[in-house]
């Protein structure tokens, strides 16, 4: 492929100016267009240099939709592209682990979604390899400046005892009805599934503000065994919960009632953090449909607080079709915080010895639906 850099458009890294490449960067139905591609845009800091897909066409439009400076067919050339500060990974699960491992093997800082592997061991086997660089997770819900707020109140003691906690989620995915191309979320070795995913998100959030969960007891359901393929007629069969309860300890001390369900219609999209306290209480809520992770989110309180910052990012991709309106804030959060790791040295970004904490947290929430016994 010809070299299609722009010579004066490339910079170095002493300038402040991170060169980011996203693989998994589509036109069509793309979360990395929807939401990564606003969220460097809004950034001067960023300059996206380059995207890859696994097919030529599809990497060309990328390339001519977003702005990239190059185009790849092969995810691994961009991996190896010298001039590439910032490899994102966007790609299904099972594919993390290959890029992932390229990424950092060369010396490139990571962006991955999460989840980062599909298992435990693979997560692991990552965040090893990742060493001193520079990683990001996509548990990007707990970067949200609404969460960030949320979190600085209880830690500075201002609702008093944290006497209870409720959690009200809910997704749109995982119900009855998909798409082929979501299929494999419904495919145990996928990794991808709605405990990953969307109880990945929710216990992740609960966690930035009320402290890691130190007990966890769980009962899962699988509501829809069959789901219909709204584009080919066809049934899928699901092999993984669509539906969790839960009740959680936090090192706050806080005891935390979680319920997160699926297959809701697109306009009942609900999330509720209640935190009551014996000198206040706090709320967290947002109404996306996707989830937590993916739209802001409103805090109020009977106490005073600082508004929450304004977010980095705002904008939606030139693709991105209206479901993913407001997914660039909580990814352009990761990003600025990855920047301003970068520049100065520092390791503040979640990354991913984060990505095996919540890894193995959901692990445990799996064991003790399972088993019916409390983890710990």
């Known amino acids: ?29 793309s979360w990395a267009g929807a939401s ?11 300059a996206l240099a380059a995207v890859a897909t696994r097919h030529e066409e ?15 067919a092969d995810p691994l050339e961009l991996v190896h592209d010298p001039s590439i500060d910032l490899v994102t990974v966007a790609v299904k699960v099972p594919a993390h682990r290959e890029l992932v491992l390229a990424a950092l093997a060369a010396g490139k800082a990571v962006y991955s979604e999460s989840p980062l592997g599909a298992t435990v061991a693979e997560t692991e ?17 707990r970067l949200n400046p609404s969460v960030r707020r949320a979190a600085e109140i209880v830690a500075e003691g201002r609702l008093g005892r944290v006497l209870s906690a409720r959690v009200a989620a809910t997704t749109f995915g995982n119900g009855p009805e998909s798409v082929s191309a979501y299929e494999y979320f419904d495919k ?11 109880a990945g998100h929710v216990l992740d959030v609960v966690e930035a503000v009320l402290g890691d969960i130190t007990e966890i007891d769980a009962r899962t359901e699988l509501l ?14 699901r092999e993984v919960p669509d539906h969790l309860d839960a009740i959680a300890k936090t090192s706050s001390g806080a005891p935390v009632g979680v319920q997160i369900l699926a297959g809701v219609p697109a306009p009942d999209a609900h999330f509720s953090l209640e935190i009551r ?6 709320k967290l809520t947002g109404n996306h449909p996707a989830g937590v992770q993916v739209g802001d989110l409103v805090l109020s309180s009977n106490l005073g607080f600082t508004a929450p910052d304004s977010p980095a990012a705002t904008g939606t991709g030139p693709t991105a079709a209206e479901i993913w309106n ?19 040295g520092t390791h503040h970004t979640p990354g991913f010895g984060h990505a095996v904490h919540n890894s193995r947290l959901i692990a445990r929430v799996e064991q003790a639906a399972r088993t019916g016994h409390r983890q710990s």
Request: aromatic letters at 6%; glycine letters at 12%; proline letters at 4%.
């Open 1 to 29: 492929m010809p070299d299609r850099r722009r010579r004066n458009g490339v910079h170095s890294m002493s300038s402040n100016v991170i060169r980011v490449g996203i693989i998994g960067a589509d036109t069509k139905a």
């Open 36 to 46: 990564h591609i606003p969220a460097l845009v809004a950034q001067p800091q960023f």
């Open 58 to 72: 599809s990497a060309r439009s990328a390339a001519g939709a977003f702005g990239a400076q190059r185009w790849y």
């Open 125 to 141: 086997e990552m965040a090893d390899a990742a060493g001193s660089l520079h990683t990001a997770i996509g548990l990007q819900g």
């Open 188 to 198: 145990a070795a996928a990794g991808a599934g709605f405990l990953p995913i969307a």
């Open 224 to 237: 829809w065994p069959q789901v219909k393929l709204v584009d080919t007629g066809a049934i899928s069969l």
């Open 277 to 282: 306290g014996s000198d206040g209480w706090l």
């Open 326 to 344: 407001g997914a660039s804030i909580n990814v352009g959060e990761v990003y600025a915080s990855l920047a301003r790791d970068i520049v100065n």
